[in-house]
């Protein structure tokens, strides 16, 4: 564990991911009001596409917009994101499935064992095309996948600066997620300057610990593709907000001094 994490991707033989490890290449550590957030930021890519909640999550007023095809669509509290349909898009050539895979991570103020769900190809593919961004069907299924795929690395980094608080909080859940592609975190201007590279997306995810919200910074930046296949760094740490945060940041700090130099 440690201030950044980089958790890369790396596609396999029949899918671009390697599903044989859940943390890739971990560097220096990464450990990455009506509920409504009014603030006009654009929805990132990825939280754009994460989950069409379920009933039970959604806010009791109806936030409605509309999307590319005109029709009304309400929005989720939890993402800041229109509910995804499961029709077939104008101008989609071929149909896309509809079944959506289960997430590891839990859902606050949700029964217990509910989890986060992700959305199906033909979602993932409407929230492109709403945003005049759709891929080729035939590309739908990977890109999935790989989402898919950083929503669990970011958790399993979250875990990992979650278990200094175990005692407190034996199971931590994500209550809810904002994308902020368009504001830098400090750490992240701090690396554009020094090393002229800046992430593409920035998530910040809401987590319940045990009763305490505790806001963590996701930046997530492109690696060097491998054997041809796309690897992607997340860089996780909570956000300094509070002093027990700041404390978590520096302890990982010494522990990384005390892993590179006093071996």
Same mark, same amino acid.
């Given at each position: 564990?440690?201030?950044?994490?980089?958790?890369? =991707?790396?596609? $396999?033989?029949?899918?671009?991911?390697?599903?044989?490890?859940? =943390?890739?290449?971990?560097?220096?550590?990464?450990?990455?009001?009506?509920?409504?957030?009014? #603030?006009?930021?654009? %929805?990132?890519?990825?939280?754009?596409?994460?989950?069409?909640?379920?009933?039970?999550?959604?806010?009791?007023?109806?936030?409605? #917009?509309?999307?590319?095809? /005109? #029709?009304?669509?309400?929005?989720?509290?939890?993402?800041?994101? %229109?509910?995804? =349909? @499961?029709?077939?898009? =104008?101008?989609?050539?071929?149909?896309?499935?509809?079944?959506?895979?289960?997430?590891?991570?839990?859902?606050?103020?949700?029964?217990? /064992?509910?989890?986060?769900?992700?959305?199906? %190809?033909? @979602?993932?593919?409407?929230?492109?095309?709403?945003?005049? *961004?759709?891929?080729?069907?035939?590309?739908?299924?990977?890109?999935?996948?790989?989402?898919?795929?950083?929503?669990? $690395?970011?958790?399993?980094?979250?875990?990992?600066?979650? #278990?200094?608080?175990?005692?407190?909080?034996?199971? %931590?859940?994500?209550?809810?997620? @904002? /994308?902020?592609?368009?504001?830098?975190?400090? *750490?992240?201007?701090?690396?554009?300057?020094?090393?002229?590279?800046?992430?593409?997306?920035?998530?910040?995810?809401?987590?319940?610990?045990? $009763?305490?919200?505790?806001? +963590?910074?996701?930046?997530? +930046?492109? /690696?060097?593709?491998?054997?041809?296949?796309?690897?992607?760094? &997340?860089?996780?740490?909570?956000?300094?907000?509070?002093?027990?945060?700041?404390?978590?940041?520096?302890? @990982?700090?010494?522990?990384?001094?005390?892993?590179? +130099? &006093?071996?």
């Amino acid at each position: 564990m440690s201030d950044d994490s980089n958790r890369s =991707t790396k596609p $396999g033989a029949s899918c671009p991911v390697d599903h044989r490890t859940t =943390t890739a290449a971990v560097a220096p550590h990464s450990r990455p009001e009506c509920p409504v957030d009014k #603030s006009p930021q654009a %929805p990132s890519f990825a939280q754009s596409l994460f989950v069409k909640q379920p009933e039970a999550a959604k806010c009791p007023v109806d936030h409605s #917009s509309s999307n590319g095809s /005109g #029709s009304n669509e309400s929005v989720n509290p939890l993402n800041m994101m %229109p509910q995804l =349909t @499961q029709d077939m898009h =104008t101008g989609q050539t071929e149909p896309l499935s509809t079944e959506r895979e289960y997430s590891t991570i839990p859902r606050s103020n949700a029964p217990d /064992g509910s989890v986060w769900e992700y959305p199906s %190809p033909q @979602q993932f593919y409407n929230a492109l095309a709403r945003k005049n *961004m759709a891929a080729p069907e035939e590309y739908v299924d990977v890109m999935v996948d790989i989402h898919n795929f950083l929503n669990e $690395g970011a958790w399993n980094e979250v875990l990992k600066w979650e #278990s200094r608080h175990r005692n407190e909080c034996k199971m %931590p859940r994500l209550a809810r997620l @904002q /994308g902020r592609p368009n504001d830098l975190s400090p *750490m992240a201007r701090i690396s554009s300057w020094i090393h002229g590279v800046r992430p593409f997306d920035r998530h910040d995810w809401y987590v319940d610990r045990c $009763g305490k919200q505790v806001r +963590y910074v996701i930046d997530y +930046y492109e /690696g060097v593709p491998e054997d041809d296949s796309p690897v992607f760094n &997340l860089v996780v740490r909570p956000a300094i907000d509070d002093l027990s945060s700041l404390a978590d940041r520096a302890k @990982q700090l010494w522990d990384d001094a005390k892993e590179k +130099y &006093l071996k």
